[in-house]
């Protein structure tokens, strides 16, 4: 990590050196005492699998692993990654980051994740299937996984299938277990999952954005209007989060001018149909030939295209030392995790661009994780006690205000006047509510701190603060 003179070499630093290294950024703006900054950061418990799954006419060994990163907040929780990336330093470096994320946005969890390395999308089903019970299977017999000890969720690679595959296995080993749904989120709505988590991220991302953009003097510094009006917007990925942030994002006037995938990228100056770009792409597996935009060979060159908005939705360490001084977007928003390498930080805050980092801006997805995670253990779906009560309270009270000014109000208003909130109401508005206080939290506390350069590491600082206070709480300090 270090040089001979004892510089850190930012180009060298693994992932979850990368995640030490903001940490370290950030301690001395917290007020916290050595021997707890040491305990925060330390990974807490690391459960590394190996397993054997029939796989045609051979036997495979298969690697993988839960890390739990902290256990100042149970459950704690974190997404399942597949991915042939996979390995003890990545997922040691997610969970890290599940802590931090979890502790800025005020999710009452400690971080961990979990890691299989296979390639998903050329495992057949039905071996996937096998390997996903058998993790499960692991994580019980271990005890890394229930409703009050680890709760994972999706992640790149995985989806709503998967968390299905871990409940039912679960559930076959603990029956009876009353609050046994919430051992894993991001579940089909057939499994006691909440609506709104699969676009969660991507949905937060842009109320995130949203919430950044609208203050006129930061815009001003950016050389930008105020508004995602208008913003153009380069997203990589097409997967969960990417497709998600894309095709919302667009709902706020923006224009995505160009999206990059692993096989090749699309762009098109006028705007990109997002839907469209995803079903052709369902449809052929891929991005090449999509008629109605130019097709871009080399992906990770779109990245250097000229836009407002760089949104990297796929994977950690994209924009590296390499190919940050070509990046021309004036916002890069990290949809995913570790996107952006230390050393290309660098060189991108040296120009002046606004790094919105991950630990903030993809948080929505544990965000509803926690709400699918309260709606299992109170057993009832969010606003089916109180929608009608509201609707009738509503209707009294405007034909009260009929009745005193003998007006009569139409029909349509009353519709939406009196309308009662579905769940999907509530999860996206606890979700806006959130990610808009968390960058208030985020921005006010490098307004107060003149010496904090950036906005991760007043994400960092306003975490750690957090994580403090909880074990002060428990009765550990000095
Ligand atoms: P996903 O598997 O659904 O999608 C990832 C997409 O990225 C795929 O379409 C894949 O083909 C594409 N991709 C891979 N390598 C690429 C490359 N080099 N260039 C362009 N595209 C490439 O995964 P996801 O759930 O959307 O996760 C994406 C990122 O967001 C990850 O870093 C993940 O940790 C993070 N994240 C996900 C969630 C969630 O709720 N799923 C929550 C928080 C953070």
């Known amino acids: 990590m270090a040089d001979k003179s004892g510089k850190l070499n930012l180009k060298e630093l693994s992932?979850?050196?990368?995640?030490?290294?903001?940490?370290?950024?950030?301690?001395?703006?917290?007020?916290?005492?050595?021997?707890?900054?040491?305990?925060?950061?330390?990974?807490?418990s690391i459960y590394k699998m190996n397993f054997p799954v029939k796989w045609g006419n051979e036997v495979r060994v298969i690697e993988a692993y839960r890390i739990q990163h902290s256990h100042h907040r149970m459950p704690t929780k974190g997404g399942i990654r597949y991915s042939l990336q996979v390995d003890q330093d990545e997922v040691m470096a997610l969970a890290a980051l599940m802590t931090y994320k979890c502790?800025?946005?005020?999710?009452?969890?400690?971080?961990?994740k979990g890691g299989i390395k296979i390639a998903p999308r050329k495992t057949p089903v039905e071996i996937l299937e096998t390997i996903t019970r058998r993790y499960t299977v692991e994580l019980v017999k271990k005890n890394f996984i229930g409703p009050g000890i680890d709760v994972p969720a999706p992640d790149y690679g995985t989806g709503e299938r998967e968390m299905a595959w871990i409940l039912d296995t679960y559930m076959t080993m603990r029956p009876g277990e009353i609050d046994g749904y919430g051992c894993v989120t991001g579940k089909p709505m057939s499994q006691n999952g909440i609506r709104g988590r699969t676009e969660a991220t991507g949905r937060g991302v842009v109320y995130a954005l949203n919430e950044a953009c609208s203050y006129e003097d930061d815009m001003k510094a950016l050389g930008l209007s105020k508004g995602l009006d208008?913003?153009?917007?380069?997203?990589?990925?097409l997967g969960n989060v990417g497709y998600h942030t894309a095709r919302i994002i667009r709902q706020y006037g923006a224009i995505v001018i160009a999206v990059a995938e692993a096989d090749g990228a699309v762009y098109n100056e006028n705007g990109l149909d997002i839907d469209d770009l995803y079903r052709y792409r369902q449809d052929k597996k891929s991005v090449r030939g999509y008629p109605k935009g130019k097709v871009i060979a080399d992906s990770a060159s779109a990245l250097e295209l000229d836009c407002d908005i760089l949104i990297p939705a796929a994977l950690e360490k994209q924009i590296t030392d390499k190919n940050a001084?070509?990046?021309?977007?004036?916002?890069v928003a990290e949809a995913a995790n570790g996107p952006?390498?230390?050393?290309?930080?660098?060189?991108?805050?040296?120009?002046?661009?606004?790094?919105?980092?991950?630990?903030?801006?993809?948080?929505?997805?544990?965000?509803?994780?926690?709400?699918?995670?309260?709606?299992?253990l109170s057993h009832v779906k969010f606003g089916r006690m109180q929608k009608r009560w509201e609707e009738k309270h509503q209707t009294n009270f405007i034909k009260l205000v009929e009745d005193l000014t003998g007006q009569k109000v139409s029909a349509k208003r009353i519709n939406d006047l009196i309308h009662g909130a579905k769940e999907i109401d509530l999860v996206n508005s606890g979700l806006e509510d959130t990610m808009i206080e968390a960058y208030?939290?985020?921005?006010e506390f490098k307004k107060r701190h003149k010496k904090v350069p950036d906005l991760r590491t007043a994400a960092f600082a306003?975490?750690?603060?957090k994580i403090r206070d909880s074990y002060y709480a428990m009765g550990i300090f000095p």
């Open 440 to 443: 208030r939290d985020i921005r």
């Open 325 to 331: 001084a070509r990046i021309k977007a004036r916002i």
């Open 462 to 465: 306003v975490s750690i603060n």
């Open 103 to 112: 502790a800025l946005v005020d999710v009452p969890f400690g971080g961990a």
């Open 230 to 237: 208008g913003k153009r917007v380069i997203v990589q990925g």
């Open 15 to 44: 992932f979850s050196d990368s995640v030490s290294y903001y940490f370290d950024k950030a301690a001395p703006f917290t007020n916290t005492p050595k021997g707890l900054l040491d305990q925060i950061k330390v990974c807490n």
């Open 340 to 376: 952006v390498t230390p050393a290309a930080e660098q060189i991108l805050l040296k120009k002046g661009v606004m790094i919105i980092p991950d630990i903030y801006i993809n948080a929505g997805g544990v965000t509803v994780s926690y709400f699918e995670w309260l709606k299992n």
